[in-house]
């Protein structure tokens, strides 16, 4: 397997009309105004499909059941933003959405920002984004928030039936370039609590790196002690 190894084909393929959005802002906001603006033009253009725009203060409660606790807050198409947009900002993550790429720059963005729960609402909507975040676990240049983001994740996740979706993937990073990248797959395929993973693991006692070979250790001792 080679370090090129990024977003699944399955992310590329999808294509998408242009996506919807929704923008929650406020009277008394600063950025909101020209936002609102910028959006509205976009919006002629048709980059975007369906526009709506939402002052918290008139609605509150779709602001609470959002989780919503500063504007501006835009949702487009699966990506959810906070915070001041600029037109190339906007247009950039409109042209992410209607492809369906990007999700990883979404996720290290989110991520990078300690705001996990926005990614696990993207992957409890669209399930296959997982594999995105486990791309994620072997970017050599992803931030130390985006990997230790992506590790909360996993954690959660590893013992779901969603989880079961991305181990082939999981398991294709057991022989990646990268120690750091085989002895994180190697730990969170332990997470798993599945011991039908035993004998894969016990592959990487042989590994060539010291530090691999101790958490493969680590991780049979976590799996044969399940009762």
């Known amino acids: 397997m080679t370090n090129d190894h990024k977003k699944t084909e399955s992310h590329n393929e999808i294509q998408l009309p242009a ?125 130390i928030n985006v990997r230790l983001g992506v590790g909360v994740i996993i954690e959660e996740l590893a013992e779901s039936d969603i989880f079961k979706s991305v181990i082939p993937h999981l398991i294709e990073y057991l022989s990646h370039d990268d120690a750091r990248v085989r002895g994180d797959a190697c730990h969170y395929l332990s997470l798993t609590k599945d011991k039908s993973y035993i004998t894969v693991i016990e592959k990487m006692l042989a590994d060539e790196s010291e530090e691999v070979k101790e958490i493969a250790q680590d991780s049979l001792e976590d799996l044969q002690d399940l009762e």
């Open 19 to 143: 996506p919807d959005v929704l923008m929650l802002m406020a009277s008394h906001c600063t950025y909101c105004g020209p936002m609102k603006i910028i959006l509205s033009d976009l919006k002629a253009l048709g980059s975007i499909n369906e526009l709506e725009i939402v002052n918290i203060e008139e609605k509150p409660e779709l602001a609470a059941d959002l989780g919503v606790r500063s504007v501006p807050w835009l949702q487009i198409g699966p990506f959810e933003l906070q915070g001041a947009r600029t037109r190339k900002e906007l247009e950039m993550w409109l042209s992410r959405a209607s492809s369906f790429e990007g999700v990883s720059d979404y996720f290290s963005e989110v991520l990078a920002e300690g705001k996990i729960d926005y990614a696990n609402k993207l992957i409890q909507r669209h399930p296959e984004t997982l594999s995105n975040i486990i791309d994620l676990m072997a970017d050599a240049d992803a931030k």
